[in-house]
């Protein structure tokens, strides 16, 4: 009876995630180029309607480089960007294809570099810099 329970347990969680997930199995993933060794340079996510809503750029060394969503053809929402050993680089958010919200960038150590906010395309508030370590250098406010 346990086994029973515990595969039903199972069985009803995977299908939950598979359900949760369902909008990313349908998009139609397109292959914009790729390297000599047939590794994607550039993935392409689109809707059934052929709308772009999200892409994926990589390293020679099949690392991912870069990753974030569309909305009406231009960037909207959370982007991110990694060096080629996997060691994040950057993130930002955007809005209508303007940088809008939160951005760091982060020192190949991966230590915070960059912590600021944009606005509008704009430096808004307090841009704080830091050195590899860690150690605040300097802040800047807008």
């Known amino acids: 009876m346990k086994k029973i329970t515990f595969l039903g347990i199972i069985l009803i969680s995977v299908l939950f995630f598979a359900s949760c997930n ?3 199995r349908n998009y139609k ?4 180029d790729a390297y000599e060794d047939g590794f994607p340079r550039k993935i392409n996510y689109y ?7 999200k892409t994926s750029e990589f390293h020679p060394n099949h690392m991912l480089f870069i990753e974030g969503r569309f909305k009406d053809q231009t960037r ?4 991110k960007s990694w ?5 994040m ?4 958010h955007y809005k209508n294809g303007v940088q809008h919200g939160d951005y760091r960038t982060y020192h190949e150590n991966g ?3 960059i912590d600021g906010h944009f606005k509008n395309g704009k430096h808004s508030g307090t841009w704080n810099f ?12 807008y």
């Not at 680089?89 to 930002?92: F, H, T, V």
């Open 22 to 24: 369902s909008s990313e």
């Open 29 to 32: 993933e397109v292959i914009i």
């Open 47 to 53: 809707t059934q309607d052929s709308i772009l809503i």
């Open 76 to 79: 909207d929402g959370h982007w």
């Open 83 to 87: 060096r080629d050993n996997g060691v």
């Open 89 to 92: 680089w950057s993130e930002a």
């Open 111 to 113: 230590q915070l570099y």
């Open 130 to 141: 830091y050195d590899e370590d860690g150690q605040l250098l300097k802040t800047v406010k």
